[in-house]
């Protein structure tokens, strides 16, 4: 998968939605021109970085660092806690201290138009 975030240490732009029913809908035709997207539910204190497998399954990552709740800054590589430079590599999982366990994957499913992630 080509890397679709720059390094240059502020979030990008994420696709905004709504929140309903502890839920976040998602169109699948956002993922046609990358598999890698950021979603930013409104009234939602973290974003959610969203995978699309080859597959055609989706993994969801929520953005919080797992050492300290800060929100995380997408890389080129994975995410960066800019608070104390805990690393997680795309699949969520911890490259660099003081985080210990991996993000928290979120719950998704998908019906014809759109994917859904729980939160």
Known sequence: MADV???CGTT???FKTTVNNN??????????TSDLQIISPKNYEYEIAV????DNTYEALLMRC???ANQLIPTGNGFLCSLHGSQF???GMVKKGPAEKRLLQLATETNDTNLIIHI
């Open 5 to 7: 975030l720059d390094a």
């Open 12 to 14: 990008m732009k994420g």
């Open 23 to 32: 839920r976040v809908e998602v169109p699948l035709s956002l993922f046609a």
């Open 51 to 54: 995978r699309k497998n080859a």
């Open 66 to 68: 797992t050492h300290q």
């Open 89 to 91: 590599d795309k699949a």
